[in-house]
């Protein structure tokens, strides 16, 4: 049968169905889709999650049933055996559109044969090529000599063939890579290319094997590799991470070739053995895990045989939070929240100090705590251990084991009258090494009663507390004065009141609602002889704005401080009328003492001055890529701060940001705090393309990064990170060189480079994690956000 067409077009559809819908090929199609939100990953290691990422391709099981539409200028062919299209051919069906010279569809095989200028468009994933045999429903068959690119990362290449294994696999022989786009010019290469005997496809995985593979940069092979696995979309997956090195003045060189192991959705391991050249083969290792109804990391360290120490080094942090149901009906679930570490000496902290974990610390915190709540009574059970790793040069006063402390809370509010009351008991041994401490070992039993009646109206407020604290100790040695035990029994009355004035006012020509809250707050505590008490977990509190308006003026349970004493403060705050943002705040408070404050801790001195230091802070938003955050403490008598914190950050947009802060602490220190990320092209008037959070700014562009803290007072410089970043588009370079001062008299230094090839690996040390703990508010040039639709590659 053989239909001539000239002026007009025809298509065939082979199935009923598909035949009512034949003339929709004629139109235009217009398909709009919202694609599955995918969450934000960390670009510096894969994200657990709950449950698998959602698909949005047509399921196998639909497609047979799927109408097949042809189109073409000539069309001749046999019903239900084959149809021949020539001329601007076409079939489309589903999410699959081929498109050649001359198209021939056999129905019984569903099998299409396409020749010259060959274009197949299968859920956005493209090929383009001279002959292709393919089984449509099964996608079986083969591509000669094709052209193709990825919707999920863009990645595209040539190819000798390729074989179409089924709708999700296919295995590309005698192939090229690369995520690096298409310039004009006769002679471009990319930048990096892949070359290998043969890539296997696999979708289903999202993944990518070659062999016989090499990667090249800038045309000079700088990978060799017999097999090679890279991902084809942010999934995880199982195999060899990129290899990292660095150079350190401790480690010498440093060489890891991690392994990553994707367990399940919600459970990983990665494996990091490093060999350093100064000091031998570190075995490192993580494990993560993320249940329903709990979550935690453990990471652990072993070093056979360190040069450095002639000894074996091995350390372990295990961090867990959780609940445990009790399986008892109204009794509910018991919290779980573990956090162990532990080293193998005291030098750890030292010589580890860029392990990537908390045990780079002197004090290691090995704590486990059980919680319950039910109602107004909840309950806590904590066991709390340290390990100080000690210096010769600065010893450190160990810590109290807390071996074990019960926690007891009962509270109420909205009681008759208005009144809310709790009362909280506290029981704990506490234990440490005498010969350091200095002090007994001790078993104290603490508790705390208070009860309030809150007024609050529009435009004041006003709370008096009452508060009562008794405690007993049992020492397991006499103090100097004999007694092996001791008790008091401390009362605390405060009033706290304000009130808040408002009014319309405009400042530099811009509208505001202005506010003005004075504070007052007294309080009484009649003085109880405590001097003599050891001292388990009391220190002096900070002198701010959230501590001078609290009843005692140390913290912990074994010293309360006698006062008579009243604070009087105000603050005004700049707001927005129509959104409420504030624009600036400004404060100020000052105590006015009545009497001695007798109650010290040991060796300090009773306090005596009427008046106290003048707190003076402010915080200004003024605009939104503006802040400013400032707080003194002035003393009147010398006419001198004792300390300030003056902070400020300008941040204009994405991947600009500089920040500095200014820290002084009178006769103790005197530093200054620099942070920044910036486009360097700035400086030559190229702005870059605003491509939002995550995208970088564009082709060839640098940016400067980095961190300066300087010591004014000693003239020197404390911690540095300093590094350039280079975003070619498809790849991006950084390196980095890192001072980092360990001790008083010793710095750790690293020089970093890496190479990421956008949507293949990363090459070198792990300069981005060094940039986003060191830079405030740093953002990575390439961080995926959203998963690509195969609707934004719609034929």
């Not at 042809?70 to 021949?84: F, H, N, Q, Y």
């Not at 919600?266 to 570190?282: C, Q």
């Amino acid at each position: 049968m053989h239909h001539p067409t000239k002026a007009f077009r025809h298509c065939f559809a082979l199935t009923p169905v598909a035949l009512v819908a034949c003339a929709l090929v004629q139109a235009p199609v217009h398909a709009q889709a919202v694609d599955p939100a995918a969450p934000p990953l960390d670009v510096g290691q894969p994200v657990l999650k709950a449950s698998p990422r959602l698909r949005e391709d047509i399921p196998a099981t639909v497609r047979p049933g799927l109408p097949t539409f042809l189109s073409g200028e000539r069309a001749s062919g046999r019903t239900d055996l084959e149809t021949v299209i020539e001329g601007d051919a076409q079939l489309r069906r589903g999410d699959t559109i081929i498109r050649a010279d001359r198209l021939e569809y056999h129905q019984p095989d569903d099998l299409a044969k396409a020749s010259g200028n060959v274009h197949i468009n299968r859920a956005g994933n493209t090929f383009d090529g001279p002959t292709l045999e393919l089984k449509i429903d099964a996608f079986e068959g083969f591509f000669l000599a094709p052209r193709y690119r990825f919707l999920q990362n863009n990645a595209y290449g040539e190819a000798e063939r390729v074989d179409f294994l089924d709708d999700q696999r296919a295995v590309i022989k005698n192939a090229t890579y690369t995520t690096c786009q298409r310039r004009p010019g006769p002679s471009w290469l990319p930048d990096w290319i892949i070359r290998a005997a043969s890539i296997r496809i696999d979708n289903e995985e999202e993944v990518g094997h070659a062999s016989g593979a090499v990667l090249s940069f800038f045309q000079v092979p700088i990978l060799p590799v017999p097999e090679l696995s890279f991902p084809l979309s942010d999934k995880r997956k199982s195999g060899l991470l990129p290899p990292t090195f660095g150079l350190d003045n401790l480690n010498g060189v440093e060489l890891t070739v991690p392994y990553y192991w994707d367990i399940a959705p919600n459970r990983d391991a990665t494996f990091f053995p490093a060999l350093m050249t100064k000091r031998g083969v570190d075995l490192g290792g993580e494990f993560r895990y993320l249940e329903r109804d709990y979550q935690g990391t453990l990471r652990a360290n072993y070093m056979p045989t360190d040069t450095l120490r002639d000894r074996d080094r091995w350390g372990y942090s295990l961090i867990h939070s959780g609940t445990i149901t009790t399986g008892l009906a109204g009794l509910g679930s018991v919290g779980l929240n573990l956090n162990l570490n532990h080293v193998s000496d005291d030098n750890y902290w030292r010589d580890f100090a860029r392990s990537g974990s908390s045990l780079t610390q002197r004090l290691l915190a090995s704590d486990g705590s059980l919680t319950w709540a039910r109602g107004n009574f909840s309950l806590l059970a904590r066991s709390l251990t340290w390990q100080t790793l000690q210096d010769v040069s600065s010893p450190i006063v160990p810590p109290y084991d807390r071996l074990p402390q019960i926690v007891a809370r009962y509270s109420r509010t909205s009681l008759p009258g208005g009144l809310d009351a709790s009362v909280e008991g506290d029981y704990t041994q506490f234990h440490s090494d005498r010969t350091l401490t200095l002090q007994p070992n001790a078993k104290r039993a603490y508790t705390l009663a208070q009860i309030t009646r809150p007024w609050q109206a529009p435009g004041w407020f006003f709370t008096p507390k009452l508060q009562l604290h008794a405690t007993s100790y049992q020492f397991d040695a006499p103090l100097v004065t004999g007694a092996t035990t001791a008790s008091r029994v401390v009362p605390t009355l405060s009033l706290d009141g304000g009130l808040v004035f408002e009014r319309d006012a405009s400042f530099f020509g811009r509208a505001f609602r202005q506010t003005l809250e004075p504070r007052a707050f007294y309080v009484h505590t009649p003085f109880r002889d405590q001097n003599q008490l050891p001292n388990y977990d009391s220190a002096a509190t900070d002198f701010n704005f959230a501590t001078i308006y609290t009843e005692n003026a140390f913290g912990g349970n074994d010293r309360i401080s006698d006062n008579n004493l009243l604070t009087l403060g105000a603050t005004t705050r700049l707001l927005d009328p129509d959104t409420g943002a504030e624009a600036a705040r400004f404060g100020v408070a000052q105590r006015l003492r009545f009497k001695d404050q007798l109650v010290t801790l040991p060796g300090g001195a009773p306090v005596s001055e009427r008046l106290s230091d003048v707190l003076f802070g402010a915080t200004i938003n003024w605009a939104p890529q503006w802040s400013t955050d400032a707080t003194v403490q002035y003393n009147p008598k010398t006419g001198r701060s004792i300390r300030s914190t003056i902070g400020a950050r300008y941040s204009p947009g994405n991947y600009r940001v500089v920040s500095a802060a200014y820290r002084l602490q009178r006769d103790s220190s005197e530093q200054l705090d620099v942070g920044w990320q910036w486009p360097i092209n700035d400086l030559w008037g190229d702005k870059g393309q605003n491509l939002g959070p995550g995208m970088g700014e564009g082709e060839g562009r640098w940016y400067s990064v980095g961190r300066l803290n300087y010591s004014l007072m000693d003239k020197k410089l404390v911690d540095a990170v300093v590094g350039l970043e280079y975003d070619a588009g498809c790849w991006l370079g950084r390196v980095v060189v890192e001072r980092l001062q360990s001790s008083t008299t010793s710095s750790n230094k690293r020089i970093l480079f890496q190479l990421e090839f956008v949507g293949f690996t990363r090459l070198g040390s792990s300069a981005l994690q060094s940039l986003k703990d060191n830079i405030p508010r740093y953002q990575y040039l390439r961080e995926k956000v959203t998963t690509p639709s195969r609707f934004s590659n719609y034929d």
